[in-house]
């Protein structure tokens, strides 16, 4: 049984390299995002009897429906789920193609799509960011700002060449490899004219789950480890004022908002305090957050972090007081 099933996935291989055009994932993904036979008919100006077939003869090649007519539309099946995971993979692969010929006919070295969280120290981005654009030949660089697991959708999608993020403890993912840079400590934020008041509910969970939380999207790193923090206390996990991972919208929310409270890594939070509207609250709090690390795709064919770059992060993490270097620590892939 296990010999039928490899001859038949490398009779549909042979069948796919031979006769699979990329057109035809283009048409998938149009299909996928329109969900419509005549939509895509119209946005291509084709008839859609012609639509019709090109969907027919690309089905007869992967030897499956790929999609399902439903009251709402195109849906795909769960084959077609595959092929489209693997069509925007491939698509988005050409598109990088294109981008780095461009930028090497423009006279620059590569065009790096960059991933980075919100939640990250000046000093580290600043470092990152010189380093990529001091680069020679010069690099063209685009960043891209998200949570760990957006950015991780992205880099699988093939949007992204690396990612300055989390990974997940249960993600289980061996598609993505981890390089842990360094653990950030936690810091509580609260407003600076709120700060003798609260300094007296730092160090009693209970009162400070009665403050008004600013915390980010539930799934997030920060927000797990917030939830298990309390679980361990054996206290519910605080229901917060504002849901966000926006730097700005914290420090806003701050400034207006005296019972307002935020937990974020101690670089981050020093960088915003700095600003005048917030203050740090002594705590001794402890999180499980996984370390900040770079992330990238298994195998992927995109544009490498340089040597350069990678000491210029490194030397960065060496600057920064008080935080833990995780290099040596175990990868949460």
């Not at 009162?207 to 008004?212: C, F, I, K, S």
């Not at 544009?303 to 007081?321: G, I």
Request: charged share 20%; with cysteine.
């Amino acid at each position: 049984m296990v010999q039928a099933h490899k001859d038949a996935a490398d009779t549909l291989n042979d069948t796919l390299v031979a006769r699979l055009k990329l057109r035809q994932l283009a048409l998938l993904q149009k299909l996928a995002q329109q969900g419509s036979l005549s939509r895509v008919a119209q946005a291509m100006r084709l008839s859609q009897p012609a639509i019709t077939q090109a969907l027919r003869e690309i089905e007869t090649l992967f030897g499956t429906p790929l999609f399902a007519r439903g009251s709402r539309g195109l849906a795909p099946t769960p084959a077609g789920e595959v092929a489209l995971a693997h069509a925007r993979t491939a698509l988005a692969g050409l598109e990088a193609t294109a981008r780095e010929l461009a930028a090497l006919e423009a006279g620059r070295h590569a065009r790096l799509r960059v991933g980075v969280i919100p939640h990250l120290p000046m000093g580290l981005l600043d470092a990152m960011l010189q380093a990529l654009l001091a680069a020679s030949p010069r690099n063209a660089v685009m960043l891209r700002e998200g949570t760990s697991d957006e950015l991780v959708t992205a880099l699988r999608a093939g949007e992204l060449d690396w990612a300055i993020g989390r990974p997940f403890y249960d993600s289980g993912d061996a598609d993505i490899q981890v390089e842990p840079l360094y653990e950030q400590r936690p810091s509580l934020l609260v407003p600076a004219a709120s700060r003798a008041r609260l300094a007296r509910a730092a160090a009693d969970l209970r009162q400070l789950a009665d403050l008004d939380w600013i915390l980010p999207p539930p799934r997030t790193p920060i927000r797990r480890s917030v939830n298990a923090m309390f679980a361990r206390a054996g206290i519910a996990p605080p229901s917060p004022l504002l849901e966000t991972y926006s730097l700005k919208s914290i420090e806003a929310v701050l400034a207006r908002q005296p019972r307002a409270i935020a937990l974020l890594a101690h670089d981050v939070g020093a960088d915003l305090a700095a600003r005048g509207a917030a203050a740090l609250l002594p705590c001794a709090l402890q999180w499980d957050l996984p370390p900040i690390s770079l992330l990238s795709l298994a195998g992927a064919s995109g544009a490498r972090l340089s040597p350069q770059a990678v000491q210029a992060l490194s030397a960065a993490v060496a600057r920064m007081p008080g935080q833990r270097d995780a290099r040596a620590a175990p990868a949460h892939a």
